[in-house]
């Protein structure tokens, strides 16, 4: 008896197998390359933006360098980021924002990150020009912020376009969180409201302007000044002997503060007090009050002004009573500021001392 053949054990297709391993491997293949086309276009971008007058690499973002035809960006040499000056200026910033918004419970921790959309701008603004603007508290979108932007701006813009400020920002700048834009912006506004703070002179950076023209992109270096002097930001061009003297003359300097010490020990003896560091011994304003009372031979009463003062506003209090007693002597209105005395500004309290100095020198 014949057996029933067999029926043939089905075996897989081979073609069906290599297809799809070829396939998997062209994939994997095709996958791999648009990977390192999309590395080779970062890296061109970097190439671009790292010029050889660069002594260190951009840090630069893969977004950086997915520009439109004609479209700009900047961005702070990473170098100019180490500045201690630059990183002083960022710090003194930071920490008069929160300062001044410490009942709003608003804590900045980068500038460009927490300003950009114009909540903690339209708060600092309302703070310090004791204004109300219309605009809505909240907003998530990006029109909605650059109308709040834009109203905030306007403002700022009323305010410092009438004092001759240099306008160095925009909505779009800000927005697109530009650290350069909103550092003017900031410095702008601190000199205007003559904020309590010491702002360090003389902060450069070197900003690279990165444009894409031809579907190519070329980088420039530029060096954008963010602050001079405190004179010249106030507005007060005119110089003095003391800025020639601190120019040109440092050797110089020893002299003039021993004649200065000689002035004052002369009369706060009499109390007996003493004075051996001009540039610490006058910031808290107590020895300014006590030495215009000696020259012009009255009491000050006590709770006119803090005899121990321990806060920034006290010290602030008692260096404005004592300029205050000098108009009333018939002095002029001092050149410096008292926020610039109590920050241990040398050449703020040297110009106060010289004026005492030039009315009160002959006086016993």
């Known amino acids: 008896m014949s057996s029933a053949p067999r029926s043939p054990t089905p075996r897989p297709r081979r073609m069906k197998k290599d297809e799809s391993f070829l396939g998997k491997l ?12 999309v590395s080779d276009l970062q890296e061109e971008g970097k190439n671009a933006i790292n010029s050889p007058m660069s002594p260190a690499l951009a840090d630069v973002h893969p977004e950086d360098t997915q520009l439109e035809e004609n479209e700009e960006r900047t961005m702070i040499d990473p170098t100019s980021k180490e500045d201690p000056k630059f990183k002083e200026l960022v710090k003194v910033l930071l920490d008069w924002i929160n300062d001044m918004l410490v009942e709003e419970r608003i804590i900045v921790k980068q500038l460009e990150e927490d300003l950009y959309d114009g909540q903690v701008l339209q708060k600092l603004l309302e703070k310090l020009a004791g204004c109300k603007l219309n605009v809505a508290e909240v907003t ?31 909505v779009d700048s800000i927005h697109g969180k530009n650290l350069v834009a909103i550092l003017h912006l900031l410095v702008s506004l601190a000199m205007h409201f003559r904020a309590p703070i010491r702002l360090p002179e003389h902060v450069t950076v070197q900003v690279v302007v990165v444009r894409k023209r031809e579907g190519l992109l070329h980088s420039s270096h530029i060096s954008e000044e963010l602050t001079t002097t405190t004179e010249m930001m106030m507005g007060r061009f005119e110089r003095d002997a003391f800025d020639t003297l601190f120019d040109h003359a440092p050797d110089k300097l020893s002299v003039v503060k021993k004649s200065l010490i000689t002035f004052v020990n002369k009369h706060l003896n ?7 560091e001009l540039e610490t011994q006058f910031a808290d304003g107590v020895y300014l009050v006590l030495l215009m009372g000696l020259l012009e031979d009255y009491f000050v009463p006590l709770h006119h002004f803090y005899l121990t003062p321990e806060s920034f506003d006290q010290k602030v209090h008692n260096v404005s ?29 040297l110009r106060v001392l010289y004026n005492l100095f030039t009315k009160y020198k002959n006086v016993e």
């Open 26 to 37: 062209g994939g994997t293949l095709a996958r791999k390359r648009r990977a390192r086309e």
């Open 140 to 170: 998530q979108s990006e029109i909605g912020q650059k109308q709040k932007l834009q109203t905030v701006l306007e403002a700022v813009h009323d305010l410092l376009r009438p004092r001759g400020w240099a306008l160095r920002w925009s």
């Open 270 to 276: 009499k109390l007996n007090l003493e004075v051996t």
């Open 321 to 349: 009573f004592a300029f205050e007693l000098m108009l009333d002597g018939g002095l002029k209105k001092p050149k410096a500021r008292p926020e610039d005395v109590v920050n241990l500004d040398l050449k703020s309290t």
